[in-house]
């Protein structure tokens, strides 16, 4: 199981940056993909879920109206769009996966790639 999460970038308050996981090893299309983010000194937290059907289970209140997450099984990608980017959504963030993820569950998958650093500053 391979990921990588690209698209991050340095952006100010209200701005916008869409992410992209890019999968590879596993059958993409039956697994659910998890968007986790961790801020330095903080913990990580998960920000959102996406399943095989492409339904989202959001895991911050903060983030539901200005994040949205979509999948392309065809491309194998998962894709989180940001925006209205605040200052407390620096961080770095990353997807994960593992066989029968589920979304409702608040559980750090087995898998991860290495992330993408998302700076929100004026």
């Known amino acids: 199981v391979q990921l990588q999460a690209s698209g991050g970038g340095v952006v100010q308050p209200g701005g916008s940056l869409r992410l992209s996981c890019t999968a590879s090893?596993?059958?993409?299309?039956?697994?659910?993909i998890a968007w986790f983010r961790q801020a330095p000194g903080n913990e990580r937290e998960g920000v959102v879920c996406i399943d095989r059907n492409a339904i989202p289970t959001y895991k911050q209140d903060s983030v539901r109206g200005r994040f949205t997450v979509s999948r392309d099984n065809h491309a194998n990608t998962a894709y989180l769009q940001l925006n209205n980017l605040r200052p407390e959504d620096t961080a770095l963030y990353y997807c994960a996966t593992e066989r029968d993820l589920y979304c409702g569950r608040n559980s750090h998958p087995r898998y991860r790639g290495q992330g993408t650093q998302v700076t929100v500053s004026s």
């Open positions: 090893g596993f059958p993409f299309y039956s697994y659910s």
